[in-house]
């Protein structure tokens, strides 16, 4: 049975990309199973391709009578996440919470009218982008073409300023741009969450700072449009995953310099020593978010943790080696009642490597 992989949960590697292709490969299937004789393999199979989910007529079509959906979904074969949407319960099951936000949304969207785009946390999760902290219980969508959303339970209804242009297309539903996605995770819920998002939206898809200029002009009258801003100001493209957004985050809360990003460092010999998340270029001092030093090739670690952590004790010895004091922290450092304390450890870690490290005037 397909299971669906974070990376892929917005984009099914078979999805097809409109509603009527979508039927279309429906009805190609019919021609290959015999009518209410659909193994279950073969049921998870077509539900993959259809990007996670069946809606009831779905399986009407397929011949399934109601009252064996009824049954499937008694016997624990399909689920029933939301009224008249099943997917089958492996690959339900082995979805993480932004898998399944993706599958409704694009259930829903295809039983609302045209005209309905996905928004918000609910767009974000359709374009891949990082998500934390954010409210994956309801869906956000809104219409661009100035018409009222119909009643739809579970759904929230926005009414953003669109244009065409602020439209695309993720695995074969439509959504905002992933930067304004981003920007209304941060008006919406915060600085932290809107800096996760966006430098995902910076890192990987595509989204430049000259566009967030604009829309941040656009939307200048929007409710939390200084949150907005600020999220803006701190969002990077280097930021390389959720933590180290929540860590960068974090610096700023706390009033600590905000440290470069993503800095190579290199011995004596111009040797390349490894990449670092974080540098205090002048505290001579690294950080490192839950996680390895990187060096540019297959993690080793994945293969035979005990060597790997021997390997990047290696790893952080040579990165001393070159006068230079290291901090590392994990999420359980990052929860907002540590934060504090962390932020102290990593401030006298730098103090320490300054006295160490640094010559003497």
């Not at 996670?52 to 499937?72: A, F, N, P, V």
């Not at 339900?92 to 609302?112: F, G, M, P, Y």
């Not at 829309?215 to 409710?223: E, I, P, T």
Request: glycine content about 10%; charged content about 25%.
């Amino acid at each position: 049975m397909g299971v669906l992989v974070h990376k892929d949960a917005a984009h099914p590697p078979e999805t097809i990309s409109s509603s009527t292709g979508r039927r279309r490969g429906l009805l190609l299937q019919l021609e290959k199973v015999l009518v209410g004789r659909m193994t279950h393999d073969e049921l998870a199979a077509l539900a993959h391709h259809h990007g996670g989910y069946l809606l009831t007529r779905h399986l009407l079509e397929l011949g399934l009578s109601q009252r064996r959906i009824c049954s499937l979904t008694r016997e624990g074969v399909l689920a029933r996440p939301r009224h008249g949407t099943y997917v089958p319960r492996g690959l339900w099951e082995h979805a993480d919470a932004v898998q399944k936000h993706a599958i409704l949304t694009r259930s829903v969207l295809e039983r609302a009218d045209d005209g309905a785009v996905a928004t918000h946390q609910s767009a974000a999760a359709l374009l891949g982008l990082d998500l934390w902290g954010t409210d994956l219980s309801l869906i956000h969508l809104a219409r661009t073409d100035g018409r009222s959303g119909r009643h739809i339970a579970g759904v929230v209804w926005h009414e953003p300023d669109l244009r065409a242009d602020d439209v695309t297309i993720a695995a074969g539903v439509p959504t905002v741009l992933p930067s304004i996605a981003a920007l209304q995770i941060a008006a919406f819920t915060g600085v932290e969450q809107g800096v996760v998002a966006l430098s995902s939206a910076l890192r990987s898809r595509g989204t430049t700072e000259a566009e967030l200029g604009e829309q941040v002009a656009r939307f200048r009258s929007w409710a939390g449009a200084e949150t907005v801003r600020q999220t803006v100001q701190l969002a990077d493209g280097r930021l390389e995953s959720a933590g180290e957004a929540r860590s960068f985050v974090m610096f700023w809360r706390h009033g600590t310099d905000l440290p470069d990003l993503q800095v190579i460092i290199v011995d004596g010999h111009g040797r390349r020593v490894g990449r670092v998340d974080f540098e205090w270029t002048a505290d001579r001092h690294v950080g490192e978010f839950d996680g390895l030093i990187k060096y540019g090739r297959l993690n080793p670690h994945l293969q035979d943790p005990g060597l790997g952590i021997v390997e990047e004790k290696l790893r952080e010895d040579e990165v001393r080696d070159t006068w230079r004091g290291v901090s590392r922290w994990g999420w359980v450092d990052l929860h907002w009642s540590n934060q504090a304390s962390t932020v102290a450890r990593i401030e006298a870690a730098r103090a320490r490597s300054r006295r160490l490290y640094l010559p003497v005037a």
